[in-house]
Each structure stands twice: as C-alpha cells, then as structure tokens.
C-alpha cells in the first residue's frame, strides 16, 4: 500500500485563487517532499520538508508538515493557468533504506 | 547537462517476450530508483539501489528484476513481460534521502 495518501483527488479553481492540498502518511518519516508533474511527462520537485521542520516557503509554495498527525499539505497561492499539473506528496522514510514513497496525488485545474 | 536519461521511451512487447529498461544519470548520485505510473495509481516503487553493487525491493517488486553495476546505471528487467505490467515506467535518481530527479519515462505496452 501506498505510504502517501493526497486529498482531494482533484481541484479545480479559477485563476487567482489558492490551491490547498493535503497528504497523509502512516510511518515515521525522514523528509516528506512535494512534486509536480505534468501531462506526460517527469516528476518534478517542488520543496523539501525535514521532519523536524513545521512550515516551508518557495515563492508561491507554502508547505506545513504536522508529524503527530501525520500529515502535510501544500498551497499554492494566486494560482495560475500554468500551474495545472498533477501533485503529488512523497515520504522518504528513516528505516527500510531511505526508499521514497508516492502517494495517488491531486489533480489540480485552474481556469483562466 | 542530461541528468537522467531513460532507453527506450516506448516500446510493445508482447506476452512472454523480454527486455531490459535502461536508465543512466551523470550527476553522481548513490540513490536510484524505478518506479511505475498506472492511471490513478501515482508511483508505486518497484526497486531501489543505494549504491553501487546494491538493490532493495519496493512495494510491487515481483516479476522485475535490477541491477546496478556501474553507479551511474540502473536497468529494470522483465524476464516474461504480462499484460498487468502494461504502464509508464520512470527512473529517478537522488543524492541520499533528498530531492529525486526524474527521467520523462518509458511507455511500455504488453499485448
């Protein structure tokens, strides 16, 4: 079974607004990480979360990590057409070694 | 600068019938990884190698095989291709536990 699990499946948003997504995972974790992909191509990286780290920023990305619940969640701010891309949460563990593990991921759609 | 490159981008096989995915990256990594993308699956791990020499099962390891001789080459096998293994396969990379670097991916169909 998969260690992330995102929600909701699918977002769709007008351009400008937010985009929040969410993420959950079962084990403990070294790092959980967010990427984008889209249609047809590579996963690409958007931020990195350390486990002992509560809130990231990278331009329009803010990523919060809450480690008691076991969860995580992604905003992107003002968002635009070019944003519409599948995301998705990924866990790097500190057992079993290191292997990173994906989760179903979000599709995101913004309107223009 | 390539980063990581994946041989063949498609390929159909059919029932029975083997082959070999090649991935390389040139950016010196110790983690490499496979990985398959089926519709509303995301990636689910399929092997792992954390060096040179070195291979670890993922969570859908069965009828795949890897090895990593060269630290800059990972190669999935399939050695009697399924239709259930039918799916885009991605190569990715990384330094230890951080940031994966992904290649585009190998479209794979078993008829």
């Known amino acids: 079974s998969q260690q992330g699990e995102e929600d909701p499946q699918a977002l769709s948003i007008q351009e400008g607004e937010n985009a929040t997504m969410n993420c959950s995972y079962k084990?403990?974790?070294?790092?959980l990480q967010w990427y984008r992909q889209n249609s047809g191509r590579g996963l690409v990286h958007l931020i990195l979360?350390?486990?002992?780290?509560r809130e990231k920023h990278s331009g329009r990305l803010r990523v919060t990590l809450d480690t008691s619940k076991k969860s995580s969640s992604l905003l992107i701010t003002a968002s635009r057409a070019a944003d519409t891309a599948s995301y998705f949460c990924?866990?790097?563990?500190?057992?079993?070694?290191?292997?990173?593990?994906f989760g179903a991921g979000t599709r995101l759609f913004v309107k223009a | 600068n390539a980063g990581v490159t994946q041989t063949p981008k498609f390929r159909v096989l059919k029932t029975g019938q083997s082959m070999t995915l090649l991935c390389a990256q040139d950016?010196?990594?110790?983690?490499m990884y496979w990985y398959r993308q089926d519709p509303g699956m995301g990636l689910r791990l399929i092997h792992y190698?954390?060096?040179?020499?070195?291979?670890a099962k993922g969570e859908v390891p069965d009828g795949y095989n890897v090895s990593r001789l060269k630290k800059q080459n990972f190669l999935l096998g399939l050695e009697s291709a399924a239709p259930s293994q039918t799916s885009v396969y991605f190569c990715?990379?990384?330094?230890?536990?951080?940031?994966?670097?992904f290649g585009e991916g190998s479209r794979l169909t078993v008829l």
């Open positions: 979360i350390r486990s002992n780290e």
């Open positions: 990924a866990t790097a563990g500190n057992t079993g070694g290191f292997k990173t593990i």
């Open positions: 990715a990379s990384s330094k230890y536990t951080g940031e994966l670097f």
């Open positions: 190698s954390v060096g040179e020499g070195t291979t």
């Open positions: 084990t403990s974790i070294n790092n």
């Open positions: 950016m010196n990594h110790e983690y």
